[in-house]
């Protein structure tokens, strides 16, 4: 049978409330992006949007998926355990493709890919590598800490160049979403490693909203 | 070589002008501050009267350009923006 939770029964709801945060955060994000593109039409602050638009699907997604495990909040979900089964997976399928997207999306701003088509092709590997593999889990966090590299790479060269705290605190803060995906890696040695993948994620949101507010005190 | 300034660019370039001489410019000045050609300067502040970011004001002195609440609301705009996007890498 397929494995659905991951986290240590005394963990449960702890990791709902911080991804319900960096849900919220990221719909910030993905506002304030897409206010900016209203603006300036520049197609970047669109691919933000998206980028962080798709975070808030999927941790929304995985939140609803994970409070229904842990304490069967609709009792009634469905009367048949293989389509209650069928239900889980085809969420946290859903959840791991969307948190694949954003990522893909925010990828696209570390590297520029002109071509859409490019885009399009990964997009469906995407879909193969979460749908199709035997070990999702692993592969999931595989390309998310792969795609992470990336980005985190990206930002780090903006902060060398820029010098600002604002650039220390995104770069700071996509260092602690790569760092989880490794906690995450790791968890079939042992499910304390889920506490500290979804801190450490919920760090990096934070320092996210930090910046913004940031900004906004200016 | 600077690269051509966007049309965001241009307005804060012109707002920021005026609000650097305490919210109040001639035209001639402004000219001069904001890099742009006489007709180009023409035609960004008609529409930044008709966005009422700037008003006219003429008198004994002659012609001055001020800075509204409205264009002082899109300074500070601008500024988180550009702070945002420095700040994400995306310049």
Known sequence: ?218 | MSARRTKLEIIHDILRAIQEKNGKIKPTHLLYKSNLSYQKMKQSLEELVEKQMVREEKNKHGAYILITEQGLKFLQEYRRMKAFTESFGLT
């Open chain 1, 1 to 218: 049978m397929a494995t659905f939770v991951f986290s240590p029964p005394w963990f449960w709801g702890f990791d709902a409330l911080f991804e319900f945060v960096s849900l919220i955060i990221a719909l910030v994000l993905a506002y304030y992006s897409h206010r900016i593109f209203r603006v300036t039409e520049q197609k970047k602050y669109k691919i933000m949007a998206y980028g962080f638009f798709f975070f808030f699907l999927a941790l929304f997604i995985k939140i609803a998926i994970n409070l229904q495990i842990y304490f069967h909040i609709i009792s009634s979900l469905t009367s048949s355990f293989p389509l209650t089964l069928f239900l889980y997976a085809a969420g946290y399928f859903l959840h791991r493709f969307l948190f694949l997207l954003g990522l893909l999306y925010l990828f696209n701003i570390a590297v520029n890919i002109p071509d859409r088509r490019a885009n399009i092709v990964i997009a469906v590997l995407l879909f193969v590598a979460t749908f199709f593999s035997n070990n999702v889990f692993l592969i999931f966090h595989f390309v998310a800490a792969l795609f992470l590299i990336i980005i985190f790479w990206h930002f780090m060269h903006n902060c060398q160049e820029k010098k600002t705290p604002a650039s220390e605190i995104v770069a700071l803060s996509f260092f602690l979403l790569l760092l989880s995906q490794f906690f995450f890696l790791f968890i079939p040695v042992t499910n304390q490693l889920y506490v500290l993948g979804e801190v450490s994620q919920f760090f990096g949101f934070l320092l996210l909203l930090l910046n913004h507010v940031v900004i906004f005190k200016k």
